[in-house]
């Protein structure tokens, strides 16, 4: 029997809602107690095609070993992975607090805020890509916002968990045809650079081009491609230019506007190419 969760018919669905702030595209979360550790986390069911596929699933278990050896302060710990009755789940670290895209709804973060928020992010990026992990998904959704500072969330899932029928799928980058699914329009679409919308293979830069959004959007309010339709957003990602930061704040630092010009630019080639790079460059 599992460790996890207040009842015993059914250890993995407490007697209570799931966490609203928790729920993203790859499954809901629930808060729940390890009886083991003595010790509140939080579980995520993963959707059920994964069990479909040997295949997937063999391929998700090899990458969530990999993130569980991430030990960084602002990437939400992963303890255990398992399956009961049918359902895969993730055990992670129950972290109280809201998400980024909660935040976001009230407005702007205060300038030291989002800067400092932003150090971390590149900061917990860093440690990931050193280990070969990419995000592929990073937007406010993934992020929480805690006591300690924020908490990123989901790492590598997006590639592990696309619901592709092709047995081979979750080896490759997005496809076109992944953006009509309702939590890609509305939730991620915003912050993926123009090689995932051309389904081209994503890597350590695609995560940088998605942080110069999230950037953008702490500082100004806004989002930094926007659209009346998809058509319109893939558009504004692939050919257009956001407004400069300092137009829309003008208490910015002055290098604001080239750190995070160079983070979105449409050609990966011309990003800065590490984390490691960006983050010397918000902290001077």
Not at 69 to 85: A, K, M, R, S
Not at 178 to 205: C, F, N, V, W
């Amino acid at each position: 029997m599992s460790p996890y969760g207040p009842h015993r018919r059914h250890p993995l669905r407490p007697a209570r809602n799931p966490l609203a702030n928790w729920q993203r595209g790859h499954g809901e979360v629930y808060k729940a107690r390890d009886t083991r550790l003595d010790r509140t986390v939080a579980i995520k069911i993963l959707p059920e095609h994964l069990a479909e596929s040997p295949e997937r699933k063999q391929r998700f278990e090899r990458e969530a070993k990999a993130i569980s050896q991430l030990n960084h302060p602002h990437i939400c710990t992963l303890y255990d992975i398992g399956e009961q009755d049918g359902i895969d789940y993730l055990v992670m670290e129950y972290i109280e607090g809201e998400t980024l895209a909660e935040r976001l709804k009230r407005g702007p973060l205060p300038l030291d805020e989002a800067l400092e928020y932003g150090i971390q992010i590149a900061d917990g990026l860093e440690a990931a890509h050193r280990a070969g992990i990419v995000h592929r998904d990073l937007n406010p959704g993934n992020a929480m916002l805690a006591k300690s500072g924020i908490k990123l969330l989901d790492f590598g899932l997006a590639k592990v968990l696309t619901d592709e029928t092709d047995p081979g799928a979750s080896d490759a980058p997005t496809k076109q045809r992944d953006l009509t699914k309702e939590h890609a329009i509305l939730g991620t679409l915003q912050y993926m650079a123009p090689e995932q919308l051309e389904g081209k293979a994503a890597d350590s830069r695609t995560d940088i081009f998605a942080f110069g959004a999230l950037l953008y959007e702490m500082v100004t309010g806004e989002r930094a491609f926007d659209g009346e339709s998809q058509a319109s957003l893939i558009s504004a990602i692939m050919s257009s230019e956001p407004r400069l930061i300092s137009e829309l704040q003008s208490m910015s630092p002055p290098g604001l506007d080239r750190i995070a010009r160079r983070c979105l630019e449409k050609d990966p080639d011309e990003r800065w190419q590490t984390a490691k790079d960006l983050t010397a460059e918000l902290v001077v």
